[in-house]
């Protein structure tokens, strides 16, 4: 046989292998498809199960078994990721906790599957403490003439003219003084119950008129 023919059987023959494998994944596909849609491996016929064991290196109950167990991870995370969309995240006056699509409050701010459920009954505040702040700005400066002075020296030397000084020059006040109220925070409370127990709780937060419209809105 000549060199260009071997050649030509050789490429024909990797030809043939590469045909035959896409052939034969192909047909694992279709049949990995028929177990999946049905759920089962009873569907496939006895030339089907032959030809799997023949070319996979797992039973078709294998293969179907690590399929659903795949399925139901993806279909657990998807769970997972819906419900964690369903939250808000709330952090209230140094208090961080999650309200569900449900209504219901969740302490913490991590989603935990099966966490303890509060409902939100009860708000303990004073209302709001002010402390106040006086400020005072401004100058005193001199205001006025020095005639007197001239006129006291004129009459009465040094001494008269120190007199004249002193009755000729006055003081100017220009002070302003600002009062401000400034909000304070303060202690207040969130009252959780229990939806499973009934057990209540008290949980401190930190407090002002801003806060306040925060929570009020929580209690609807």
């Known amino acids: 046989m000549k060199r260009g023919e071997r050649e030509m059987g050789f490429w024909k023959k990797m030809a043939d292998e590469l045909k035959e494998g896409f052939d034969i994944g192909k047909r694992i596909v279709q049949i990995n498809n028929k177990m999946q849609k049905a759920g089962t491996t009873a569907v496939l016929t006895d030339e089907e199960r032959q030809f799997y064991l023949a070319?996979?290196?797992?039973?078709?109950?294998?293969?179907?078994?690590?399929?659903?167990?795949?399925?139901?991870?993806?279909?657990?995370?998807q769970r997972i990721s819906?419900?964690?969309?369903?939250?808000?995240?709330?952090?209230?006056?140094?208090?961080?906790?999650?309200?569900g699509g449900n209504g219901l409050y969740y302490f913490g701010d991590a989603f935990v599957e099966?966490?303890?459920?509060?409902?939100?009954?009860?708000f303990i505040w004073g209302g709001p403490h002010y402390e106040t702040f006086t400020t005072t700005t401004g100058t005193t400066r001199p205001k006025g003439k020095l005639t007197g002075a001239i006129i006291g020296g004129a009459v009465a030397g040094f001494d008269g003219a120190f007199v004249g000084a002193l009755n000729g020059t006055h003081r100017h006040t220009?002070?302003?003084?600002?009062?401000q109220q400034v909000e304070k925070d303060t202690v207040a409370y969130l009252v959780f119950e229990?939806?499973?127990?009934?057990?209540?709780v008290q949980k401190q937060i930190r407090c002002n008129?801003?806060?306040a419209g925060q929570v009020g809105k929580l209690m609807g």
């Open 209 to 211: 008129t801003k806060i």
């Open 114 to 122: 099966n966490a303890a459920c509060w409902a939100l009954v009860s």
């Open 194 to 200: 229990s939806v499973r127990t009934g057990e209540r």
């Open 82 to 99: 819906a419900l964690k969309q369903q939250e808000t995240q709330y952090h209230i006056g140094g208090l961080n906790f999650r309200r």
């Open 174 to 179: 220009d002070l302003k003084t600002t009062v």
């Open 55 to 77: 070319n996979e290196k797992m039973s078709p109950e294998e293969y179907l078994a690590k399929y659903q167990e795949k399925q139901a991870r993806i279909a657990e995370k």
